[in-house]
């Protein structure tokens, strides 16, 4: 936890991007770290990391339905390797509104519903750990 703590204000420091929202998507998609894809993918980016990718079984939301499905998620190195993949993820001009509320935690992780994640409760989801986590 500890340096996932490290890695996420240093995030903040570079990008702006809050670090209480960053450690309770890492929380929500990862259960704190015990299960990272990969090891150390604890946001669940798709695609190919530094250390390539993994096929792993996983739930989206299409019209308001659950539905399971293979997908490749990236492989990472580090810690410090999947927060820098995140930032650039969000700043990859696919979550304009998530960077613009930015300032405010509340804000952004609701910003992040509907863009980063599928789940119509994601947001709600975000902000009951930050409240519940003191990051609030």
Not at 89 to 99: E, S, T
């Given at each position: 936890?500890?340096?996932?703590?490290?890695?996420?204000?240093?995030?903040?420091?570079?990008?702006?991007?809050?670090?209480?929202?960053?450690?309770?998507?890492?929380?929500?998609?990862?259960?704190?770290?015990?299960?990272?894809?990969?090891?150390?993918?604890?946001?669940?980016?798709?695609?190919?990391?530094?250390?390539?990718?993994?096929?792993?079984?996983?739930?989206?939301?299409?019209?308001?339905?659950?539905?399971?499905?293979?997908?490749?998620?990236?492989?990472f190195g580090?810690?410090?390797?999947?927060?820098?993949?995140?930032?650039?993820?969000?700043?990859?001009?696919?979550?304009?509104?998530?960077?613009?509320?930015?300032?405010?935690?509340?804000?952004?992780?609701?910003?992040?519903?509907?863009?980063?994640?599928?789940?119509?409760?994601?947001?709600?989801?975000?902000?009951?750990?930050?409240?519940?986590?003191?990051?609030?």
């Amino acid at each position: 936890m500890q340096e996932m703590h490290g890695a996420a204000l240093s995030i903040q420091r570079e990008t702006g991007l809050p670090a209480s929202v960053i450690l309770a998507q890492a929380a929500l998609e990862s259960d704190w770290g015990r299960a990272a894809i990969g090891t150390y993918n604890v946001f669940g980016i798709k695609g190919e990391g530094s250390k390539g990718s993994i096929k792993v079984l996983t739930r989206e939301y299409v019209n308001g339905k659950a539905l399971r499905t293979y997908a490749a998620f990236a492989k990472f190195g580090s810690f410090e390797e999947a927060f820098a993949a995140y930032a650039k993820l969000i700043h990859n001009g696919n979550h304009p509104r998530a960077v613009a509320a930015k300032s405010d935690p509340v804000r952004y992780a609701k910003a992040l519903q509907g863009s980063y994640a599928t789940d119509p409760k994601y947001a709600n989801k975000l902000i009951s750990i930050m409240r519940s986590q003191g990051l609030l």
